[in-house]
């Protein structure tokens, strides 16, 4: 009795297992705003930038992906500036390049 006890505990817990693993498996994956844009084309701002560029212009955009004396870009994991939106194309110089100071003019929302 002892035996079929433990077998069917050890039974109801895999297949408790298999059942977590099964509706892990079945999350969607986040959507890439800019999984559409054209080769060349800037990326799309995502949705979680609505009004930001607005609100904050082209310094608040740099706060997170411009570059600093301790990190390049200034908030980890976000995609940093490219090197031609500095001042003499390098991000050594830590000053945006005013050419691009519009960020939304490219940068549009996704």
Same mark, same amino acid.
Not at 53 to 82: D, I, K, Q
């Given at each position: ?7 069917? &505990?050890? &039974?109801?817990?895999?297949? !408790?297992? !298999? ?8 999350? *969607?994956?986040?959507?890439? &705003? ?32 411009? &570059?600093? *004396? ?24 830590? *000053?945006? %390049?005013?050419?691009? %100071? ?9």
């Amino acid at each position: 009795m002892r035996k079929q006890l433990v077998a069917g &505990a050890l &039974a109801l817990a895999m297949l !408790t297992g !298999t059942m977590a693993a099964a509706g892990c498996a079945g999350t *969607e994956p986040k959507n890439d &705003a800019s999984a559409n844009v054209p080769a060349g084309a800037p990326p799309l701002m995502p949705a979680s930038h609505d009004g930001r560029f607005e609100s904050l212009g082209a310094p608040g955009c740099y706060g997170c992906h411009g &570059a600093s *004396e301790r990190s390049n870009p200034m908030l980890n994991g976000s995609v940093a500036l490219p090197e031609d939106h500095y001042v003499d194309g390098s991000s050594q110089t830590l *000053e945006l %390049d005013p050419t691009h %100071d519009q960020c939304n003019t490219c940068h549009v929302q996704g």
